[in-house]
């Protein structure tokens, strides 16, 4: 089954403890993206990668790193989470380098993650 | 950076037909509109998009007026299963020379028994 998998589904940590949430897709996408999304702000991109070794920041890139060793993993690494960092993640991948909504962009299920 | 403008909720009955819609006035001429939905907290899924003609799927119909400053979403049959926050989204162009989606907050669609 094509699918975009994030583990772990829920995350309690605390302040200052690096963490990883981990994101694999199966269908050999090549654009991956990271998104947090917060009540009343929607969903709001953190990085992305247009292939492998190819990154880039989104709108809210603070406190955050990724990497793109292999096409389908794309991990979103917190070096020293702060409660702000409180939020439901989503992993989406798609095939292209252009991200196109319209070419299947397939979403994860979601990581919520608390830092006390 | 273009935008989206939704109603923050709407109500629907069961079986009636579910208007939803959204004003992008500063899309650009040769972006696409795009629908996505969220059930609960669960990825966001995929519904239809368009440029300029009206589309219809197995989902929904996407109606884009002629200067494509609004588009609604029309749910033609809602069932409870409907109940959702909607996405209205359209692309921008980044300073860097790629595309990014913005999502803004969406319209909770509640579908009444």
């Known amino acids: 089954e094509a699918q975009v998998t994030q583990n772990p589904r829920y995350l309690i940590t605390v302040t200052g403890k690096k963490l990883t949430v981990t994101c694999s897709q199966n269908m050999n996408h090549e654009y991956m993206s990271w998104y947090r999304q917060d009540p009343g702000l929607g969903l709001r991109q953190i990085y992305y990668s247009m292939n492998v070794e190819v990154t880039d920041k989104g709108d809210v890139p603070e406190g955050y790193k990724v990497s793109r060793k292999e096409k389908r993993n794309f991990p979103l690494i917190l070096e020293s989470p702060s409660p702000n960092q409180t939020s439901l993640y989503f992993c989406?991948?798609?095939?292209?380098?252009?991200?196109?909504?319209?070419?299947?962009?397939?979403f994860g299920s979601g990581t919520r993650l608390t830092v006390v | 950076d273009a935008k989206t403008t939704q109603p923050p909720s709407m109500d629907c009955a069961e079986g009636r037909a579910a208007n939803l819609p959204c004003n992008h006035s500063?899309?650009?001429?040769?972006?696409?509109v795009y629908w996505y939905r969220q059930i609960h907290s669960q990825g966001p899924q995929y519904i239809i998009h368009g440029l300029k003609n009206n589309e219809t799927n197995e989902m929904a119909s996407l109606i884009i007026t002629e200067d494509r400053k609004s588009s609604t979403l029309i749910l033609p049959h809602a069932t409870l299963r409907d109940t959702a926050v909607y996405y209205c989204i359209v692309r921008a162009l980044t300073t860097s020379g790629t595309y990014k989606y913005i999502f803004g907050t969406g319209t909770r669609l509640k579908v009444l028994a």
């Open positions: 989406a991948s798609s095939p292209g380098t252009g991200g196109h909504l319209n070419y299947g962009y397939t």
């Open positions: 500063t899309i650009s001429g040769n972006e696409y």
